[in-house]
């Protein structure tokens, strides 16, 4: 693909993905995350290899959000064939490797007529083949990197079957099965890739930390997004099945609802979400005190997660703030 034209990857893949992106996917969004992966990443990261990491896991982000939108977007799954639809990206990250390597086989043969699906795969391809593939350690840590990403496949592949199915699974799995989905462990892979100094035998600690952090970012997400998510009939939100654990609401609710009426009810569950949170920090620098890591700073990891986690919550109330005033 040609990215004469942009100054950043990641803008180059969005010009061919607008075209076919949920009307409420904007380019805002992931200059957000461009500009906030500026800020997470690994100390063991050169500094002058930072930008070019934020361009990759912006990408990253990009191809994340046009396969989840397959899974959890009504409207965009209707239009586009359905199940085979969703299960046709779904495939995608699960079968990384060959995507990677140039063999992938879609599922149904039809499916390089679907614009949706050529467009993600032909982004998905060339960010793989020859941009991630380009990074110093990627052959190190190409095993880890590609379960981390059949992991994220996994995560939306159980939302898109507890929405479908409307299966009201305990708050805790749904929070262990959705951790996965906000790609940290994969993004802090790309890290690794990128360090000449990060020491491969402190892989596994790394990983469990990766994970844990994977579950603040998805935690944080709830705390911003259950309000649209309610309008979205998304059973998977951790704020909406812990509703359900607690019989706040039942499915049937859904049926034929006021909005706001149900904000009204759901209102004080965030609250327990930012606890969680919270919790999952503190087990995080437990971890770090009792596994050391010395290839990098884990506190410091950390703390850069915190403080993401604040500072997006902060934006996301002034936000609604503005809406409402």
Not at 178 to 188: A, I, Q
């Amino acid at each position: 693909m040609e990215t004469s034209e942009h100054n950043t990857l990641w803008e180059s893949y969005f010009s061919s993905y607008g075209k076919v992106a949920s009307p409420h996917r904007k380019p805002s969004l992931f200059k957000w995350l461009y500009e906030s992966y500026k800020r997470l990443y690994l100390s063991c990261v050169s500094p002058s290899d930072v930008y070019r990491l934020a361009d990759l896991k912006a990408c990253l982000a990009l191809v994340d959000t046009a396969i989840d939108d397959a899974c959890d977007n009504a409207f965009l799954i209707e239009t586009n064939g359905g199940d085979k639809f969703s299960y046709e990206m779904l495939s995608m990250l699960y079968n990384v490797d060959r995507v990677t390597s140039g063999d992938y086989i879609p599922l149904h043969p039809a499916a390089g007529n679907n614009t949706y699906v050529k467009i993600t795969l032909d982004i998905f391809s060339d960010l793989l083949g020859i941009h991630v593939m380009s990074l110093p350690r990627y052959n190190e840590f190409r095993g880890e990197f590609f379960l981390a990403m059949r992991n994220v496949a996994g995560s939306m592949e159980f939302s898109y079957t507890v929405n479908r199915n409307k299966v009201a699974y305990p708050y805790y799995l749904v929070v262990q099965n959705k951790g996965p989905s906000t790609m940290v462990e994969v993004l802090s892979i790309l890290d690794l890739m990128a360090s000449e100094s990060f020491d491969a035998s402190e892989l596994g600690k790394a990983i469990a930390l990766f994970r844990m952090a994977d579950v603040v970012a998805m935690l944080n997400n709830a705390v911003n997004t259950w309000k649209k998510e309610i309008i979205e009939r998304d059973y998977s939100s951790p704020v909406i099945s812990l509703a359900l654990e607690k019989k706040i609401v039942k499915f049937s609710d859904f049926e034929k609802f006021d909005a706001k009426n149900m904000e009204e009810n759901l209102s004080p569950l965030p609250e327990i979400i930012n606890e969680e949170l919270n919790r999952t920090i503190l087990v995080m620098k437990e971890f770090v005190e009792n596994y050391e890591i010395k290839s990098f700073d884990a506190l410091k990891y950390i703390d850069n997660y915190k403080t993401y986690a604040f500072e997006s919550q902060r934006k996301n109330e002034e936000v609604c703030q503005r809406q409402i005033t």
